[in-house]
């Protein structure tokens, strides 16, 4: 495939996700929904076609048209059932969202959401069977949009198609092409899906079991790793904990700092429900689920996820308590943070090289991220960029690891200033969303469920400062959509009482 075709492909699944997530629901947004289902493979495969996996396949045609078959045949089925019964749809999501599949694409290993297409796949085929059954199908009517939530689509889809456009002067087109269609255009699909989805309490309570058996699942894993000290994945890690004095679990996941994200969110949304549990047996079972995750989460080692339920807990303990004793208390923690890591090991001893040493390189990509975007500070050096341009231009050309792990960083020196205004606004425009009347909350599920979404969406983002993995994390979508619509939803009225809230919120 020439690269005009190949950019202006890019281009238009972009700007068919960013419509889906734009207009109200009816014939046109089914059809923008299922272009962008459709280039997303298309252009992956055209990209892939001369590598040796696609070629592998091609010498069996008859092996690449099987698997093609089978993918529409599943999204098909999917959307049947999903469409026979709607509340499997956000449920599959959830469901789906932690499990990666490592495929090779671009000579690197991928860790692939392949069952989270499927998924989503499904939802667009039940979409075009709702909007497109009968002759005249009305488009069904939502609330009317004021603040936050005017502006929260319409960021999230110039950050779609700005980066889709920002990828066609990259070094790596392929890279970029690749991001936009396995993550930008396909997490836009989920957003709309879940977006227009009624969260209701029986919902949400559904949503955290599926969560919360998935994660007790994962700790099983993870426990019997950290008890034989063997890994089944990930040659690195299995590498480093040969030569470090403490062993890293990641269960089901590559990397053990994302199995510890999706522990650390899943802990908060926890606590929220036990917080505001008022029967002893939630109360019990929540407490019980939450030292069990709390294990799991130990011998991960990920510090960005200790970092992130702190965070997450903060945000908890402001809103069902004191703002005010939170500031003063988390305050008080980070000067005692930092006096702790200035005299640990001596103030003598500080130095950029010693604080690169001690946070595993990320000094250095943090300081050759700033170098990256002073030199380019306006469009930066292009979409998915940041690997090739640290290596070429940074001042340590032979660094190991060349993906930055911050993600403001990320988004200056790849999208410059542009890029890092929209992302700011999109931040700023999500917290608005969530946490504006808050206390009140949806009449159907009561404050906790929008607690616990604004507290796993700031522990999201306190992860993705020490981690990245903003937009391509398929949870930061879930989350916005999710605080979307129960920000959507009537309030309940201040002189009734608040409902019962056993359990509250999704991953």
Known sequence: MSDFLAGAGVVIAAAAAATAILLPPGRARSAAMLIALVLSPVLILADQWHSPEIADL?????RLALLGIAAVAAATALGLAFRRWPIALPL????????RVPLEAGGDTANLLVPLYLVIGGGVVATLLKEWAGRSAAAPTRPVARGALTWLPRILAAVVVLYAFQSLYAPDFSKSLQNVCFFFVPFSLAYVLLRDVKWDRKLLTLALWVVALEALAFVAVGSVEYLTRSLFWNDQVIRSNEFHTYFRVNSVFWDPNIYGRYLALTIVIAMTALLWARERRSQAVLTALTAVLWVGLVPTFSQSSFAALLAGLAVLAALRWSLRW???????GAVLAIVIVLFAGGVSKLSLSRINIDTGGRANLVSGGTELFAQRPVWGYG???????????????????????TEPVTVAAEQGLIGLLLYAALLVAALWA??????AGPAA?????RVAVLAAFVALLVHTMAYAGFYEDPITWTLLALGASLAAMPTVSSSSPTPVAAVRGSA
């Open 326 to 332: 939170t500031l003063a208390a988390v305050g008080a």
């Open 92 to 99: 599959a999501i959830v469901f789906t969202l932690p499990f």
């Open 445 to 449: 599920t009561g404050p906790a469920a």
């Open 383 to 405: 979409a998915g960029s940041f690997p090739l341009a640290y290596r070429e231009h940074a001042a340590t050309k032979e660094a190991p690891v060349a993906v930055s792990h």
């Open 434 to 439: 969530m946490a504006s009347g808050i206390r």
């Open 58 to 62: 091609r010498e069996g045609s008859a």
